[in-house]
């Protein structure tokens, strides 16, 4: 009986694996479709660690396009290594990860329930596990998307975001790991943020995305939180108004 358990629990991880692969690779084409379209411009690609692991990307996050559309710059890590350096996710449990039709995600995703401190705290160990076992972690720490916020952190220019957790900073301190920043503009033309209307297509005519890539952050010697999540901040901001 065991036995069988074990089988049919491994045949579903790998058809999981399987059809998180297949779609993964589906979303890679799009993305590179578009970039080829100039609908999506990458900056600073030069910038990008590519086969490198214990890696943090952080980003803002205008809309609710950017946890589908960043994994898809690790494209090249996807295809030939998928199981190491593809992307984890971490999306929001009940909104997201619970919901039937995002199953395909869930062989790479980390679920956190912002209501649920024993979860929270499961999150975080796993989110440490994965990073200490030379895996790459997306996190939006401003704890949801920016226009929902009423506190704000500001450039020179005006461009805003939430103040981040300090999930982020505590995850730094436990893996020792290193911390690439983006900022993305133009996701929420795409996909508006409105509670009065649900767009059913990305509407990609409307608006080109832009997807600056920061300089990856390491924090040697550094052993505040606070100071790590202040310097990750400042990092995004300034990336913000850097100029073409």
Same mark, same amino acid.
């Given at each position: 009986m065991e036995k069988n358990? &074990?089988?049919?629990? *491994?045949?579903? +991880?790998?058809?999981?694996i399987l059809v998180f692969y297949t779609i993964g690779v589906l979303l890679g084409i799009i993305f590179y479709s578009l970039k080829a379209l100039r609908r999506i411009k990458v900056v600073n690609r030069k910038n990008f660690p590519h086969n490198y692991g214990n890696l943090i990307v952080v980003s803002n996050h205008p809309s609710l396009l950017e946890p589908i559309l960043l994994p898809c710059l690790f494209f090249r890590e996807y295809i030939f290594h998928p199981l190491k350096l593809s992307p984890w996710s971490t999306p929001d449990k009940k909104k997201y990860y619970d919901r039937w039709y995002w199953f395909w995600l869930r062989p790479r995703a980390i679920p956190i329930d912002r209501n649920d401190t024993r979860g929270g705290? &499961?999150?975080?160990? *796993?989110?440490? +596990?994965?990073?200490?076992a030379g895996g790459i972690l997306i996190l939006f720490p401003e704890g949801g998307r920016t226009y929902k916020g009423k506190k704000f952190f500001r450039?020179?220019?005006?461009?805003r975001i939430r103040f981040f957790q300090d999930g982020v900073g505590q995850l730094v301190l436990r893996t020792n790991c290193r911390v690439l920043p983006l900022w993305v503009e133009g996701t929420d033309k795409v996909i508006p943020n409105s509670n009065d209307r649900f767009y059913v297509l990305p509407r990609f005519w409307d608006s080109e995305i832009t997807i600056r890539i920061g300089k990856t952050m390491s924090f040697d010697g550094v052993s505040d939180?606070?100071?790590i999540v202040q310097k990750i901040m400042m990092a995004l901001l300034e990336l913000a108004d850097e100029e073409e």
């Open positions: 358990k &074990k089988k049919e629990g *491994l045949l579903e +991880k790998i058809t999981a705290i &499961k999150a975080f160990f *796993l989110m440490k +596990k994965v990073l200490n450039s020179q220019s005006g461009r939180r606070k100071e």
